[in-house]
């Protein structure tokens, strides 16, 4: 039939919609810094330094039979220097009339994910760590990356830090940090995902989650850096890397010097590598 009035046609009298809930964008969460060393209640109040002191190992000697001679041996404990010296910040300076023309509380929709992103921002400073911090202990090399993870290469890192008679039985002080692209490798690697060592029925294989390898939890990340085309993964113990946080997020309303409120959130905090050899670097191309 003809002229019948169509949606083009109502187009005036029909209205858009705005959901007033907005979608949270996708901010990397905190995971190597819920794992680490933190020292935020050492350097929350004043200073710029703090002082980590590292006990040195002691030695056995055999007592002389004859004279009951004993040597003695030099205690030197040493230190690590947390540097409390990364300022950063979060601002968002919203102009009058759009605030007043947006759909709900623009401030309570800017919050979280300023909250997020500088949880995201302490995991990046963690994560360069391991590329310039991580020296004795390494598998693969910025020269020749292994292609994908398999069980030799993390039996291998394991290893290097067993060697140092470093305790890694306790699941809560031993992390296996990898970047995200890690993730289809580690789930292919069959024995992970067996009935056997998952302890279920069906095993692992239709989970997204990595079961802990060899006894060590793992997580994926996309703040774990890469140099020169080599993603630098870590098996790291708690003590190896640390921070402290001395000024939390806040989120304060600057002085107006225009038509527009600034919204602005800083913290202050530090990172440092405290136990070198506590740490494993693991390259894998990128």
Known sequence: MANETEATALAV??????????????????????????????????????????????????????????????????????????????????VDMAQRQAIGDVLAQIRPGMGKAAAADIDEKLAALFVAGLTTNEVGSKAAPYDSVNPDILTSAIQKLLDLTIALEDPNLVSFFF?????????????????????????????????????????????????SGVYKNALCHKECIGWGMQKNFNIETLARVRKSTPYSADWLFGVKVVRETYGCLINTIA
Not at 201 to 225: C, H, L, R
């Open 13 to 94: 009298l029909t209205q858009e919609l705005w959901r007033p809930q907005i979608l949270s964008y996708q901010y990397n969460a905190m995971k190597i810094g819920k794992r680490v060393l933190n020292v935020t209640g050492d350097v929350a109040a004043k200073g710029d330094i703090l002082h980590i002191p590292i006990e040195p190992s002691i030695t056995v000697g055999a007592v002389t039979a004859a004279t009951g001679a004993i040597s003695n041996q030099a205690w030197t404990p040493t230190e690590a220097q947390l540097t409390v010296d990364k300022w950063d910040h979060a601002t968002v300076d919203v």
């Open 179 to 227: 970047h995200t692209s890690v993730w289809s490798q580690a789930k292919k690697i069959a024995e992970f995902n067996n009935a056997n060592l998952t302890g279920k029925a069906v095993g692992g294989a239709i989970e997204m989650k990595i079961p802990d390898i060899y006894g060590v939890p793992v997580y994926f990340s996309t703040t774990i850096d890469s140099s």
